[in-house]
């Protein structure tokens, strides 16, 4: 009952609220709540900023609502991670195989709780760490293999990972050291000037600034 509460809790953005009143979705979000209370938090305001980059760049109707969900369900392949890996300064070789897998097992997670899931949305959540070098993981895709609607949400998912409180770094990054590092990893330049442009988002305990 309290995590039901949570999740409709007053001033949260409407598309949520809307999004949650499907079993699937609901299901898997009470699921990300419960595993940790920042991964929902973070799950929110990624898709807020995710939003408002699709909306400056022009998606709308169906591609603008699947940017959305995947932003919101991108780290839902996490809720099978130790607790203690959340707290970890320093990684493992092990440890790094299992973050490295979490992409994957979010759409496993997306078509066990939600099986009419958009396709479009499973490719986001498993697309969300690849990056335009041919870097990223699972699978070391470039620049012209990743979908667009991946590249916003791996593009804010690094932005607001930077930003935002951590446990296992002293501080955070400021908002134009955050901006750098998005350039400096290659993500496109309209994407990063539409992240520049945005104010500051506030969800629960996750500060965007």
Known sequence: MKNALILHRPGLPGWLAKMLKHQGPNRLAVQMLAWHEMLYYHAIATAVYAESVGRALGFVGEELEYLIQGAFFHDCGKICWPSALLDKRELGEEDRRLVHVHPIAGVYYIREHWPDAPELVCRIVKEHHERPDGSGYPNG?????????????????????????????????????????????????????????????????????
């Open 141 to 209: 895709l470039k620049d012209g293999d990743i979908h667009p609607l991946s590249v916003i949400v791996a593009a804010v998912e690094v932005f607001m990972a930077l930003i935002e409180h951590r446990p296992y770094r002293d501080k955070s990054f400021t908002r134009a050291e955050a901006l750098a590092e998005l350039e400096r990893q290659g993500f496109p330049g309209e994407v990063v000037r539409v992240l520049a442009d945005i104010r500051e988002v506030v969800v629960g305990k996750v500060v965007g600034v």
